[in-house]
C-alpha cells in the first residue's frame, strides 16, 4: 500500500477533477504491475493496472488507495466490475469513498463477485491523496491551503481578497478544481477570516 501511495502521491495536482489514486497488483510476493491516475482524470489507475499485469493477474492481490469506484459518470464500465471481471482475488482499500459513483458500491460490487476486501490500510496516509476531491464533493469549493511553491496542487488562487471568496471557489469547484494554493498575505489572511483556508 506504502507503494500504492507513493505512485499517486507522484500525480498530486495533475488528476482534477479526480483524485490522485494509486493501484499495485501483486501475486505471490511479485509485484505484477503498478499504475496512477492518469493526468486529467482518466484512465483510473486500476484500468491501467489490470491489463498490465497479464494473464497472472488471475488469482493476484490489488492495493489501491481509494475504493474503486462502483460506478461511472461516463457509463464506461466501474473500477470494481473490471477488477472482478480480470480475476483479482483480493483488494485492499486504504480509504473509502463517499462520491456518489463508490460509497460502499464499488467494495460491495467487489464483494458480490466473490473477492475478498480489506479496508483502512494505511488509511491516514491515503486520505491526503483525496482529501480536496472530497472537501470539492461536501461544500462545492475546492480546498485551499498556504503553500510556498505549490507542488502538488492543482492551481493557484488568485483573487481580490475583497472579493466574494465563496462565489469564487464555488466557480472553481463547478470547473473540477479540488485543491489549490495561496501564498502567505492578504488573501489568505482573507480566506482563513472566513474559514475557507485547510490549515
Not at 99 to 112: D, I, K, N, Y
Not at 113 to 120: F, K, R
Request: charged residues 20%; glycine residues 12%; negative net charge.
Amino acid at each position: 500500500m506504502a507503494q500504492a501511495i507513493a505512485l499517486a502521491m507522484g500525480r498530486m495536482g495533475e488528476t482534477w477533477p479526480n483524485p490522485a489514486v494509486g493501484c499495485v497488483i501483486v501475486k505471490d510476493g511479485r509485484v505484477l504491475s503498478e499504475a496512477a491516475t492518469a493526468p486529467g482524470g482518466r484512465p483510473h489507475a486500476e484500468e491501467q493496472a489490470v491489463p498490465a499485469a497479464g494473464p497472472d493477474v488471475a488469482g493476484s492481490t490489488a492495493y489501491v488507495t481509494l475504493e474503486p469506484c462502483g460506478a461511472r459518470s461516463s457509463g464506461r464500465q466501474s473500477c470494481a466490475h473490471y477488477l472482478a471481471e480480470a480475476g483479482v482475488a483480493r483488494v485492499v482499500v486504504a480509504c473509502l469513498d463517499p462520491s456518489p459513483f463508490a460509497s460502499g458500491r464499488g467494495t460491495e460490487r467487489l464483494r458480490q463477485a466473490g473477492l475478498t476486501v480489506e479496508t483502512g490500510l494505511m488509511c491516514d496516509e491515503g486520505k491526503v491523496l483525496c482529501e480536496g476531491f472530497l472537501h470539492r464533493l461536501e461544500t462545492g469549493r475546492p480546498m485551499v491551503r498556504i503553500s510556498e511553491d505549490g507542488q502538488g496542487f492543482d492551481a493557484r488562487f488568485v483573487a481580490s481578497p475583497r472579493a466574494d471568496l465563496v462565489t469564487e471557489l464555488k466557480r472553481l469547484g463547478e470547473a473540477g478544481y479540488t485543491r489549490l494554493w495561496t501564498g502567505p498575505g492578504e488573501l489568505a489572511d482573507a480566506l482563513a477570516e472566513q474559514g475557507l483556508l485547510t490549515s
